[in-house]
């Protein structure tokens, strides 16, 4: 298979899991990711511009070391996408709150120096965001269209609310990554599916 039918593919393969599929409001920081708002009058997201963001996210996760990467999250559906990326890659993961003074207060037990952070919303993880711009850490956060970014070094605009669209952002990354290392060609599929790493719902949550 050459690269471009892989790329094609893979277009294809993401476009059905809703991850270009925003919210209702726009702020003036996603509006250049934006490409026209949907009949329900969602905002939709240009898939081309997040597929190079992950590009670029994997070129600069890759240069600092996937061991030096700090992956936090308070947001539930994300985590099960966290914890597989962290587990294929082994990067640091913090799941649920995040526990004031990690990235800044060198006397507490749990804190820790990462070279970089990354998010999955900068609503829901803006203590991690607080801690790193103190700490002169970059970071990198997945942004929906209702997302304030000014403290993001480096935006991927997806839908960071479903748990499909979740699931896919962290496998594209992950797959990037590997083929940045040179552990997977281009035009290769990666031994994980996007199931793998998408939070599963209990019985109980569906009633």
């Known amino acids: 298979m050459s690269e471009q039918t892989e790329i094609t593919d893979i277009k294809k393969k993401v476009l059905t899991t809703g991850i270009r599929v ?3 409001v726009k702020t003036k920081f996603m509006v250049p990711f934006i490409t026209k708002a949907s ?19 994997a070129k600069f ?3 600092l070391g996937t061991d030096n990467l700090i992956v936090c999250t308070g947001r ?46 900068p609503q829901v993880d803006e203590q991690a965001i607080i801690e790193a711009t103190n700490a002169g850490i970059p970071i990198i956060g997945i942004s929906n269209t209702d997302n304030l ?16 669209a979740l ?9 990037q990554i590997l083929i940045e290392k040179g552990e997977l060609k281009e035009n290769e599929s990666m031994k994980y599916d996007i199931d793998d790493f998408e939070t599963k719902i209990t019985e109980e949550e569906i009633e």
């Open 61 to 63: 996760i890759n240069r």
């Open 149 to 164: 970014t000014s403290n993001l070094d480096l935006v991927i605009p997806a839908n960071n609310r479903g748990r499909k």
């Open 76 to 121: 539930q559906y994300a985590e099960t996408p966290v914890e597989k990326f962290c587990e294929i890659l082994g990067s640091k993961q913090l799941l649920g709150r995040f526990m004031p003074g990690t990235l800044t207060n060198p006397s507490l037990p749990y804190y820790i120096e990462p070279k970089l952070v990354f998010i999955s919303d």
């Open 22 to 24: 925003g919210t209702q």
């Open 167 to 175: 699931a896919t952002v962290y496998w594209l990354l992950v797959r």
């Open 39 to 57: 009949p329900e009058g969602l905002y939709m997201l240009d898939l081309d511009i997040t597929l190079e963001k992950i590009q670029t996210a």
